[in-house]
Each structure stands twice: as C-alpha cells, then as structure tokens.
C-alpha cells in the first residue's frame, strides 16, 4: 500500500469544468509536490509546498491553483482547462523540502483528459 | 541544457540477461543525488536505489546496482538477472545542494521478453 494516495485515479473533463485533485500522504513528510507528466517529456515540477518554502513553477498557467491546508494533504484545482493540459498528474512528497539524499514518494498519479 | 540525459529511449532485453540503463548528468554542484525510479504502467514511481556525490561505494539494493563513473558524470542502473516484472519507464534523476527540485531525465521504456 503506498503512503501517498491520490483521488480521482482518472478524471475527463470539460474545459468549462472545476475539478480538483486530491493528494494525502500519512509518512509524516514535511514537503509535498505536485507534478505532471506528459507523454514524451520529461516530468515538469508545478508546486513545491515545504516547511521551509512554497515554491511555484512561474511557466504553470493559473488555472492551475494548488492548495496545502496543513502538512498531510494536497489539493490541485483545475479550471477552465485546456485539451493540452490532458496528462498524468503525480503527487509525490518527501521528509524535507531540500538535502541531497532527500527521496521523494509518488502517489499513482490521476490521468487526465480535458475533452 | 538538458541537465540529466537517458539516451535510450526504449530497450528489449531478454529474460533473465543483466540490462544497463544509461544516464549521464550534468552540475558545478560538489554535491549532489543521483536517484532512479522505475513506473509501470500503472503511473506511480517507485523509488529503486540513491548515490551520492560524496559515496565512495557505488549503491546496491537487491537486484538493482548503480554503476556510479563520476568523473565521466554517469550514473547507470545494472539490473541483474531481469524479470517480466521489471517491464516498465525507468527515470534518472538528480537533487542538487543548490537547488531543491529533483530534476528528471526523458526515461527509458524497459520491455522484458519471455
């Protein structure tokens, strides 16, 4: 069983539609990261939430808007999406935000289709 | 400039053979983790082996070896004795003293053939 879940596993939606994703993780990790994955790219960091910082990917569209109401959980609210925003998106955290050796956790990831 | 780079997009690789995954990165960082994951296709990413700049023994977790070259800024995963289950993307990637992101390679998609 992983210790990072995330909610829905698929999602299709309108370009008109609100949505949001769910992430919660119970390791007691103290930094938690939302990123997508396209098909062919490499994986693109979007938000950073840590003790130490937030930290925003300044090329992510606001109509994404992230969401850390305390330490465990982690919320990505979609907007107005479009057709290229269709992809995976992983939820991963990790004991701190910065260190060489820190490793990160994924959840399974949500795999959305904006139609 | 690609920081980390997987120059084999896919690989065949019969069962039970040993297979190298290749990875060669890029920093000023003195120091610095390597990590590699592996993601079926079920889409989470499972975290295989770490090294780091700093580790004079290159890493070892069960099947999993990681050919650590610093000089040559290389970090190969070895996986011995491959199993079907081992089918899947394989991603290297890097965390810097620098920086607090763990940057990702474009990954190599393993298929292992009974």
């Known amino acids: 069983e992983t210790g990072v879940t995330q909610t829905p596993r698929h999602l299709v939606m309108g370009m008109t539609n609100k949505k949001s994703l769910k992430c919660e993780q119970h390791?007691?990790?103290?930094?938690m990261y939302w990123y997508k994955q396209s098909a062919k790219k490499p994986l693109e960091l979007m938000f950073v939430?840590?003790?130490?910082?937030?930290?925003e990917n300044n090329s992510v569209p606001s109509r994404f808007s992230p969401e850390c109401p305390n330490s465990s959980h982690l919320f990505l609210h979609l907007h107005t999406l479009q057709p290229e925003d269709s992809a995976l998106y992983l939820c991963?955290?990790?004991?701190?935000?910065?260190?060489?050796?820190?490793?990160?956790?994924f959840g399974q990831g949500t795999r959305l289709t904006v139609v | 400039a690609q920081k980390i780079t997987q120059t084999q997009p896919g690989m065949f690789v019969q069962e039970k053979e040993a297979v190298t995954l290749d990875c060669t990165y890029d920093?000023?960082?003195?120091?610095?983790?390597l990590f590699w994951y592996k993601q079926p296709s079920s889409g989470e990413m499972i975290f295989l082996i770490y090294?780091?700049?700093?580790d004079e023994q290159n890493a070892t977790e069960g099947r999993y070896s990681l050919n650590f070259q610093k000089a040559r800024k290389s970090a190969n995963l070895v996986i011995s004795a491959s199993q079907l289950g081992d089918s899947a993307m394989y991603f290297c990637?890097?965390?810097?003293?620098?920086?607090?992101?763990?940057?990702w390679g474009a990954g190599t998609k393993l298929i292992i053939k009974p």
């Open positions: 991963a955290s990790s004991p701190r935000g910065r260190g060489v050796n820190t490793e990160a956790f």
């Open positions: 390791l007691g990790h103290n930094a």
């Open positions: 939430y840590s003790l130490e910082e937030r930290v």
């Open positions: 920093t000023s960082d003195q120091s610095y983790g």
């Open positions: 090294q780091g700049s700093y």
């Open positions: 990637a890097m965390r810097e003293d620098s920086n607090y992101q763990l940057i």
